[in-house]
């Protein structure tokens, strides 16, 4: 008879790994949001955090905002675009630089975000009292890795 299999000879198995959990948990966000989000007329949950992330301000930037949600422009510039058809963001150049785009909600993208805010997208979750600790660990994992990874 032979051995039994040594550790090497068994990895973890998938379901194992954090990196599978917090890949699959996104894939599933966007299934569980979609019915919430189609029915602010979104189509995608990038265009609802952009939304979000416009809402704590007007006048940002792609830039900045890309930064924020840590989407690149040539992302970023398809789902603005979408929005700016959808009447819910405005894109100007900013008058003091031509090169530079700035994006801010409309009185339309406005109430698309307070609807967002009164439906309950925290209950999708199922985490109840535990919604912000989970989020602080998640939010503790993304900035460990970011610094992980980060050329100094």
């Known amino acids: 008879m032979s051995a039994a299999p040594s550790a090497a000879a068994n990895p973890l198995p998938l379901n194992d ?8 948990a996104n894939l599933a ?10 029915e602010l007329g979104l189509t995608s949950y990038t ?3 952009a939304l979000v992330a416009l809402s704590e301000g007007d006048d940002q930037s792609v ?4 930064s924020k949600l840590f989407l690149e422009s040539n992302t970023l510039t398809p789902i603005l675009k979408k929005l700016e058809v959808l009447g819910y963001i405005k ?3 900013d008058p003091k630089d031509e090169r530079v785009v700035l994006v801010s909600l409309t009185a339309e993208g406005r109430r698309v975000r307070e ?6 997208l ?7 009292k535990d919604f ?3 989020q602080k660990a998640v939010a503790k994992l993304r900035d460990n890795l970011i610094a992980s990874t980060s050329e100094e």
């Not at 790994?17 to 699959?24: E, T």
């Not at 830039?63 to 890309?66: I, T």
């Open 63 to 66: 830039h900045s905002l890309g």
């Open 115 to 120: 609807r967002a805010r009164a439906s309950d």
């Open 29 to 38: 966000f966007g299934r569980a949001y979609a019915p919430i989000l189609q």
């Open 122 to 128: 925290e209950a999708a979750c199922g985490l109840g």
């Open 132 to 134: 912000a600790k989970v």
């Open 91 to 93: 894109r100007r150049r």
């Open 47 to 49: 265009q609802f955090i």
């Open 17 to 24: 790994y954090l990196c599978f959990a917090v890949y699959s």
